[in-house]
């Protein structure tokens, strides 16, 4: 592993730990040249999950589109990216745990909508406008109501 700081590749793992979810391992390092110590992460890659579109067409799971989708209905809310990124972690672990080859990308909306729900009402409100494709302003008012219960 190359160093972030001065690039050269001496380093050693001083601590390693599983994540919460099963699926990403932590690696605390230390430069043998710098001496300065950062973290990376080891994700588990998972070839098979495909995902049903609407139109039937089938793509492979790809969590940076999940990431894009929420980043835009954050933007410029205030949810930090740390945030962004354990949705993220959340929704794919979720995925993946559904022991299933292909999931409706219908669902992957609803456990998006679910887990932002509680974050920022306003980035829920975005991504259920796009995801659900509101047609008048009508559906934006339904959307509020159901947060409001």
């Avoid at 995902?51 to 930090?80: H, L, T, Y």
């Avoid at 972690?89 to 299933?100: A, G, K, P």
């Avoid at 909508?113 to 494709?133: K, M, T």
């Amino acid at each position: 592993m190359r160093c972030p700081f001065c690039k050269r590749d001496n380093d050693r793992v001083i601590d390693t730990r599983a994540m919460e979810d099963g699926f990403m391992i932590r690696r605390r390092r230390s430069c043998g040249s710098c001496h300065r110590r950062f973290t990376t992460y080891e994700r588990l890659e998972e070839l098979s999950l495909r995902v049903v579109k609407r139109d039937e067409s089938r793509q492979p799971f790809d969590r940076e589109k999940i990431r894009r989708g929420i980043e835009r209905a954050c933007w410029k809310r205030p949810v930090s990216t740390e945030r962004i990124e354990l949705v993220v972690e959340e929704i794919e672990s979720e995925v993946l745990l559904r022991n299933s080859q292909e999931i409706l990308c219908q669902e992957i909306g609803e456990i998006t909508l679910r887990r932002l729900r509680p974050i920022d009402e306003v980035a829920y409100v975005r991504f259920a406008s796009v995801y659900r494709d509101f047609a008048n302003v009508q559906d934006f008012f339904r959307a509020i109501e159901s947060i409001h219960g």
